[in-house]
């Protein structure tokens, strides 16, 4: 019981990090303006995502506007788009998969077969993971060069927005949760390889002759 509280545990880890995904991945703050030097009191503030950016004014309205061109955006905007939506497929696979060799359903006998899928469910896991760390760090390392870069002007830099943090935070939950299924599952298939038999003592009757009563 303890095993499958904690699988349960972890496949609604895992759950959250897979929506944190999918809302760090629409969120458009991805990057945002740096107030420094002559841009400590502006009237706007800009927010660049992966599909849009904003102009959000000091008096709350707020104007977004899609990116035109596919290839004429940075590689790391590319690769973020590419990884991200591959993360929330695989995120959805990692579901199905988890959910069928779980220990609280009964889509799959018990055995060495549904533990297995129960650990394909948690690698997937910890592969959306992975892959999502990519350009959530490539997005970060950019930002933090060209911040700290005197060559770069101060209206162009920029500092890591919300959905940065929201997809750390996701990829956090992805990792413990994909862990914690995959150990769970090992430790559940430990317990089940060697069964304990049990048989009754055979007693032999006054005839001579074993009683069929103690054979089980």
């Known amino acids: 019981m303890t095993s499958a509280a904690l699988e349960i545990l972890g496949l609604g880890l895992g759950i959250l990090g897979w929506v944190g995904v999918i809302l760090a991945c629409g969120l458009p703050m991805w990057q945002v303006s740096a107030f420094i030097d002559v841009n400590i009191v502006v009237a706007q503030t800009i927010w660049e995502g992966l599909w849009m950016n904003c102009v959000v004014q000091s008096t709350g309205q707020m104007q977004c506007k899609v990116y035109d061109s596919i290839l004429a955006l940075p590689p790391e905007m ?106 769970c599952s090992c430790s559940q298939r430990d317990e089940t390889s060697f069964p304990v038999k049990y048989s009754a003592p055979r007693r032999p009757t006054s005839n001579g002759e074993y009683d069929k009563k103690n054979y089980v």
């Open 78 to 183: 590319q690769a973020g788009r590419a990884l991200t939506v591959i993360v929330a497929l695989l995120g959805l696979v990692a579901l199905m998969v988890t959910v069928v060799g779980a220990q609280c359903t009964n889509c799959i006998r018990p055995g060495k077969m549904k533990s297995h899928i129960v650990v394909a469910g948690g690698a997937i896991y910890i592969l959306c993971g992975v892959l999502v760390l990519v350009p959530l760090c490539w997005f970060a390392n950019i930002v933090i060069s060209d911040f700290y870069d005197p060559t770069v002007p101060s209206s162009k830099k920029r500092e890591m927005g919300a959905a940065l943090y929201i997809g750390w935070a996701a990829t956090a939950l992805l990792l413990f949760g994909g862990c914690l299924i995959c150990c």
